[in-house]
């Protein structure tokens, strides 16, 4: 089936090519093209693009996790530029922040959620996995080192993965995020049984997980956390199956997703030769994987939807696209830089969130921007950006610091759709009720906003941009001036409630 | 032989047989002379109970195995537990003990898991429910002040989650029943509140007439959720202060105990489970020192436990509200040089009481060592699928999981369900 989309995807991109003049079109064009094309058919009509500040906060929030600043903002909304808006996207690239939100979504990812709680080793790993980004490692490269890492995570935290990427049967659970994370595939249920719509049988699961058998320590699974990862040759599925229960086990030989196997009497390092396969660029899924992940996390929703859920019987919304962008993402040595500035400067990422006629077409053909919530990461980093850092709770036991207790307290379990909220009750009196980010924050707020000289319109304006990166519309305007006119005079009191009320706001919450 | 009693007998033989028996054996559950109960109070021992110093006690093993807790008599004939339940002892009517799970899981946070939710957790696969979740879910009603699902106490919040069945069902969490709900008085007057909230349900309107979207309809509606329970007035539910010194005495001043008489006040107020997480994750989980922690640990259970199933009783409550005492698994027969003992999945015990159950009896066996399971294997499915059939849930029910091709019911189905038909 990825032969038929490759093929397919060729006719089009030739089409596409040749409409243009023969010049190879742009990635945003390429993006552009395909999407309209698709909705030309439906006869579904594109959302318009999105104003400057929706723009400016939503792909702030996107990449560097955090809303810009009340002072970028305005300078942003005032400037004539015409090209702001690539420029703007060029500086978040250029940033640290850029791998450090990375690091902060592929850590939740990697770092098993039955993991031992470590913060000391989490931040390590973070820290490692932003400098790699940071560093332009190639998303190749970068999986490569995950797999084939040695050592203790004291010494060597690219290692983590290894460790912390699995519960105490690791074979199955390594077998399980490998796929899921790095080649868009859910293997999981073929542990047991052979898929009942899909491909994948019990010899493609325990083919790849033989890979991960050289590096496991039968019986004391923990033993790993003091010797760290190495391998044994000795060790095959058979020996663990023998010594640890295994639920579904199938022997096999090491053999790569699709049926290759490893040649009889290689005698090297079994994943050190799954990361050479997995990370080629004649790789059938890894490059799509990539791809359809970076697309998931900016779009709310894959082109392949489940995200990780890449199969024949489940096909791409825009097959051509998905080839195409692969193609281009192995031609540019797997750069995320390139992938990321190349969505971000589509009209496609750049339209409104506000719906039309039809939301749900709207959403599937991505006619319009999905609305997506924030994560903890996010959410903390914005809080702390409007209004400085947390003050004590008495209630809340920061030991490990304010903003792992934070993004622990406010985390999503699993891998959780970017576009569904999930919080409950105790999250919200959490928000509404903390001091941790309570009066005396608000009232810092409030009395820069209102610096002398402001009239209350401006300090309203001021909130606004602090907050929710943009200006008040005209009815909003009107609604405050009301509230503050309750009793009287602008008090300071009115400009903390109006504060409060926007922090607590669903628009706040969420990234539209 | 009374009619009623020889057709149960029918039903529970034929029950054991095959699932469209097992159907009607449920259908006769919720039909028959037992009206459904409409609560669950679950009382969570984190780090595993050894079943051999607590409910499944084998004076004739070995020393090395026996352990240094006697077994006492208790108000059912032939029925004995340790001599560090007395309290307990004397209600053993209402309640019946399992002796004979049997499980899968030895690790805490994997146990604690498959336990609480049916479910095996997978690195990065579906977040399953937990069964208070499913409970708020299933028997919950909509559209009331407090949460369905309350969980008292520190411990295992991976495994108390609604999982995919989102925000309605999440559990509110207290983490200490002495200081109440966190957070749920807010940090300005009233007025200053309902001023500002006043302001801010404008802003939402404004915000959802424009982007229409779906998150922002559930944080706006968990908003006023929250916002409904600060200013209700069921939130003194919450407020241990309301009852009597001598009540409170009652009940045990420890946190367990305190967390039961909050229980109890939460079923009055309608809430339809309540989860009380005793240890903080770790209290039974005795390695080294198994005895003198267990003869404690013991003691805030017969105190806390005792006085919830006896006040429930006087308040006519205990038909219609299951208590479940459970841990994750049990532990090794074999004592170690610490004096501590292992955990233990592959026989161990739990205990139900009240919800119109058959009380005073035992469901299982173990051998003489309590090391493996002679009779009556109870597996997790088991387990959870009786709780749901004695609560008047249908437990072969299925959700949607987003994200996921395949219908999840409430208690794993694909693997064999057997009721404990005795108990209904």
């Known amino acids: 089936m990825p032969r038929v989309w490759a093929v397919m995807g060729l006719l089009l991109f030739c089409r596409v090519a040749a409409s243009s003049g023969g ?32 723009f400016l906060r939503r792909v702030s929030l996107d990449v560097h996790g955090v809303v810009p600043s009340a002072a970028e903002t305005a300078r942003f909304l005032d400037s004539p530029d015409p090209d702001k808006r690539s420029r703007w996207i060029e500086q978040l690239l250029a940033d640290a922040r850029f791998g450090e939100h990375l690091a902060d979504e592929w850590r939740r990812r990697l770092i098993s959620p039955l993991a031992n709680e470590n913060r000391m080793q989490s931040d390590r790993f973070a820290a490692w996995l932003a400098e790699r980004f940071n560093s332009h490692a190639a998303w190749d490269r970068i999986v490569f080192e995950l797999l084939t890492a040695e050592g203790t995570m004291e010494q060597n935290p690219a290692v983590t993965y290894l460790i912390e990427g699995r519960n105490p049967l690791g074979v199955t659970d390594l077998t399980d995020l490998t796929s899921r994370y790095f080649l868009g595939v859910r293997l999981n249920c073929a542990q047991c049984h052979d898929h009942p719509f899909v491909a994948w049988t019990r010899q493609d699961y325990w083919g790849m997980a033989a890979f991960f058998a050289q590096i496991q ?39 790569f997703l699709g049926g290759e196997r490893l040649p009889e009497g290689e005698t090297g390092v079994y994943r050190r030769a799954l990361a050479h396969w997995m990370t080629s660029p004649e790789n059938p899924y890894f490059a799509r994987a990539a791809v359809n992940r970076t697309w998931w996390k900016l779009f709310g929703r894959g082109l392949v939807q489940p995200v990780d859920d890449m199969h024949s019987a489940n096909p791409p919304s825009h097959p051509e696209l998905l080839d195409a962008l692969a193609r281009r993402f192995i031609a540019s040595g797997f750069d995320l830089r390139a ?16 719906p039309g006629e039809q939301p749900d077409r709207e959403a599937e053909l991505f006619a319009r921007m999905p609305i997506k919530v924030l994560t903890a990461e996010q959410l903390y980093d914005s809080l702390v950006r409007v209004l400085g850092p947390p003050a004590r709770a008495k209630e809340v036991n920061a030991r490990l610091g304010a903003r792992h207790e934070f993004t622990q307290f406010f985390a999503d379990s699993g891998d959780p759709d970017p576009t569904r909220y999930e919080r409950g009750i105790p999250h919200l009196l959490r928000l509404m009720n903390s001091p941790q980010f309570g009066e005396r924050n608000v009232a810092a707020l409030v009395a820069q906003a209102a610096s002398p000289g402001r009239s209350a319109d401006e300090v309203v304006d001021e909130l606004f941009l602090a907050i929710l990166s943009r200006r008040p519309t005209e009815s909003e305007r009107e609604l405050v001036r009301k509230h503050l006119s309750q009793e009287g005079a602008a008090r300071p009191g009115a400009y903390q409630e109006l504060a409060w009320a926007l922090l607590m706001s669903s628009e706040f919450s969420l990234n539209h | 032989m009374s009619a009623a009693s020889t057709r149960r007998r029918f039903l529970a033989a034929a029950a054991a047989g095959s699932t469209l028996t097992g159907w009607l054996g449920r259908l006769a559950a919720a039909t028959d002379d037992h009206p459904p109960a409409k609560s669950c109070i679950l009382l969570w021992m984190s780090g595993g109970p050894s079943h051999l110093d607590t409910f499944d006690l084998k004076p004739q093993a070995p020393d090395h195995i026996r352990g240094e807790f006697r077994p006492i008599d208790t108000t059912v004939p032939g029925i004995q537990i340790s001599e560090h339940f007395p309290q307990l002892a004397r209600l053993m009517q209402h309640a019946a003990i399992l002796r004979s799970m049997s499980t899968v899981e030895s690790d805490h946070q994997l146990a604690t898991y498959h336990l609480h939710t049916g479910y095996q957790q997978r690195a990065g696969g579906v977040s399953f429910p937990s069964l208070g979740s499913m409970v708020a879910r299933e028997l919950g009603e909509r559209d009331v002040p407090l949460p369905n699902f309350v969980c008292i106490g520190a411990g295992p919040r991976h495994a108390t989650r609604a999982g995919f069945l989102g925000p309605d069902f999440q559990p509110l969490d207290v983490t200490d029943p002495a200081r109440g709900v966190d957070f749920i008085e807010p940090l300005t007057t009233p007025n200053q509140f309902l001023r500002q909230y006043d302001l801010l349900t404008h802003l939402e309107t404004s915000f959802q007439e424009r982007y229409r979207a779906e998150a922002a309809r559930a944080h706006s509606a968990t908003l006023s959720r929250a916002v409904r329970l600060m200013t209700s007035e069921q939130k003194r539910a919450f407020d241990l202060s309301q009852e009597p010194e001598a009540v409170r005495d009652r009940y045990g001043r420890g946190a367990f105990g305190q967390g039961c008489l909050m229980a109890r006040r939460l079923i009055e107020a309608g809430v339809r489970c309540v989860e009380v997480l005793m240890g903080d994750g770790v ?53 170690t040089s610490d004096g501590g003992r292992n955990h233990w999945a592959k026989a161990w015990s739990t205990v139900l009481a009240g919800g119109g159950i058959r009380g005073g009896q035992v469901v299982g066996r173990t051998d003489r060592d309590a090391a493996e399971v002679l009779d009556r294997p109870i597996s997790v499915t088991d387990f959870l699928g009786t709780i749901c ?36």
């Open chain 1, 23 to 54: 010049e190879e079109p742009s990635w945003a064009e390429l993006i552009d093209g395909h999407i309209q094309a698709r909705l030309d058919a439906a006869g579904v009509p594109r959302a318009p693009v999105a104003d400057d500040a929706e």
């Open chain 1, 217 to 255: 320590t039968p019986g004391r699974p923990k033993l790993v956390h003091q010797v760290g990862v190495r391998d044994d040759p000795r060790m095959t599925l058979a020996v663990l199956a023998g010594q640890d229960m295994i639920e579904g086990f199938l022997h096999q030989p090491p053999t």
């Open chain 1, 339 to 354: 992938l990321y500035r190349g969505i971000l400067n589509s009209r496609t990422y750049q339209q409104t969130s506000r």
């Open chain 2, 283 to 335: 209290a039974w989980d005795t390695h080294r020192d198994n005895f003198p922690r267990t003869r404690a640990l013991s003691a805030e259970v017969d105190v806390g436990m005792a006085a919830l199933i006896e006040d429930l009783q006087q308040r006519g409550r205990l038909d219609s509200t299951l208590v479940v005492w459970m841990g994750e698994f049990g532990r090794s027969p074999q004592t």
């Open chain 2, 389 to 424: 059939t004695i609560l008047g849930i249908d437990y072969t029910r299925e959700n949607r999981a987003p994200g996921v091709e395949r219908p999840i019911p409430i208690v794993d189905t694909t693997k064999e369900v057997r009721l404990l038909t005795e108990l209904l």
